[in-house]
């Protein structure tokens, strides 16, 4: 559940989970241990996060698509998760790069990204951070 508040109905913990850290963490699990379950779980939970929260197309400060959310995910987990050469199985990958527009223009809406520059560099760096590693398929 995407939107799990913990026992006390915390909102923070449902912003922090779709902060996507936990992608980060099993990245490093996986490249260090060669675990494939590390892989799996990551892979499923991004798909999973995907098909469960479409885009709004327009602003929301819903646990999904707060723009603080928004930007962390982009900028603090799926560019350094999938620098991992492999991680990535190539149905999530392609999931992952659709969601990269829609994460840019979210932040645009928000007024975070206000200008062409940033929305152009934000989606080039996404991009390029997620398909700068060969997939070994």
Known sequence: DWN???????????WTLNRHGFLTVLAKAWESTGEEAYREKANALLKDWILSNP????????????????????????IH?????????Q???LLALASVLDHA?????????????????LIVRGLFNIIQQPTTH
């Open 105 to 121: 223009d979210s932040l645009y809406l928000e007024g975070t990204c206000t200008s062409s520059v940033c929305i152009v560099r």
């Open 55 to 78: 885009y709004p197309g327009r602003q929301t400060f819903s646990p999904a698509w707060r723009p603080l959310e928004v930007a962390r995910r982009i900028n603090n987990a799926w």
């Open 91 to 93: 149905d999530t990958e």
């Open 4 to 14: 799990y508040r913990g026992e006390t109905g915390d909102k923070e913990v449902a």
């Open 81 to 89: 998760a999938f620098q991992a050469s492999g991680f990535e199985e």
